[in-house]
């Protein structure tokens, strides 16, 4: 009599970036300053054997495996923005910086064996006095 083990396993990356804000910010009181326009960052994951989708503020895939990536592409998108603040404005430490205008897009591949999700964020920076 033969007997088998069937190990089935997968993976499930799901990211969504919902942010609710309680702190009354007035902006209209000249307090502020814009300090960068359009900044952006991005992060990618990709995996075989599955598919993804956004909703519009989530991505989720769920595949057998992930080959690129961390799967936490809105942390990863956040922090390139950041670096990419830096890099063109300098150093964000020891300023009272604030995102605003913030917009996510979502760029997905689907093929039978492979699927990739991209995260961009763009944002504009204000620094208060």
Known sequence: MMSGVVFISGCMSSGA?????????????????IVGTGVAGESEAAYILGISYSTGF????????RVEGTGMIYAEALNNLWENFE??????SNHKLALANVRYDTDIINLILYTKIKVMV???VIEFE
Do not use: I
């Not at 890099?87 to 964000?92: E, L, N, P, V, Y």
């Open 122 to 124: 763009r944002a504009d």
């Open 87 to 92: 890099k063109d404005f300098g150093m964000s």
């Open 58 to 65: 989530m991505s989720t895939a769920f595949a057998v495996a």
């Open 17 to 33: 970036y919902l942010s609710s804000n309680q702190t009354m910010v007035e902006l209209s009181e000249g307090n502020y300053s």
